[in-house]
């Protein structure tokens, strides 16, 4: 079974504290992973995609890179405004374009 | 990109009634999905409706409780069905666009009573 999991649940910084979240995946082949930020009362907003191990894409203080059995989202001197709670999900190899996800990790940046 | 609308965004609903969501996108598109996110939790998948056929359900979710009409490329509706505090959660549906990129509805926050 497909599964995604990501991890801290929570996480708190202060701002200008670079982190780093965490999506582990287990699938039987993937064909795409993404990465949504979701602000409380709104829907996934899209970041990222990534489809092959390697692959990194930025944006701003986002940095998401993919290994063959994870993928981190890295926060560089992050601000009050990046927070949110961030959703991994994986795509899979014959899965049309169905999406699974992860459950999440809700960051709070602390001025 | 797309942009999708749903309606209504909220509604509080007595137990055993049901609710029709219904789902507006700006451009034509082959697949909508529809999800449910309970309090706390992340994105389950409910549907994929597809123009012209009839909608694939997940696994624990069956057309009885979740019956879905896709009339054309651009609009949806999900009901919500002989409804219980249970299914007290946000609804939201997406599309994918040629880019392989899902777009997300606000989504529809429901209470039962």
């Known amino acids: 079974e497909d599964q995604v999991t990501q991890s801290p649940e929570a996480l708190r910084l202060q701002e200008g504290e670079s982190s780093s979240l965490n999506c582990s995946y287990t699938?039987?082949?993937?064909?795409?992973l993404f990465w949504y930020r979701q602000d409380p009362g709104k829907g996934p907003e899209f970041l990222f995609t990534l489809y092959s191990a390697g692959e990194e894409k930025e944006k701003e203080r986002l940095k998401a890179t993919l290994t063959k059995k994870e993928s981190f989202l890295h926060i560089t001197a992050p601000k009050p405004e990046d927070s949110a709670t961030y959703l991994c999900a994986v795509q899979i190899l014959g899965g049309y374009q169905k999406v699974t996800f992860g459950t999440g990790t809700k960051l709070q940046v602390i001025p | 990109s797309a942009v999708i609308s749903q309606k209504p965004s909220r509604d509080i609903c007595q137990r055993g009634t049901s609710l029709t969501i219904q789902c507006q996108v700006d451009?034509?598109?082959?697949?909508m999905f529809w999800y449910r996110q309970q309090p706390g939790q992340s994105l389950t998948l409910i549907a994929t409706?597809?123009?012209?056929?009839?909608?694939?359900?997940e696994s624990g979710f069956v057309i009885d409780k979740f019956p879905i009409s896709r009339p054309n490329l651009t609009f949806s509706t999900l009901t919500v069905s002989n409804m219980s505090p249970e299914d007290s959660s946000i609804y939201l549906c997406s599309v994918v666009v040629p880019e392989n990129i899902q777009y997300f509805g606000a989504g529809t926050r429901l209470s039962v009573l």
């Open positions: 409706a597809n123009q012209g056929s009839e909608a694939t359900y």
């Open positions: 699938v039987s082949g993937l064909r795409g």
């Open positions: 451009s034509q598109v082959t697949m």
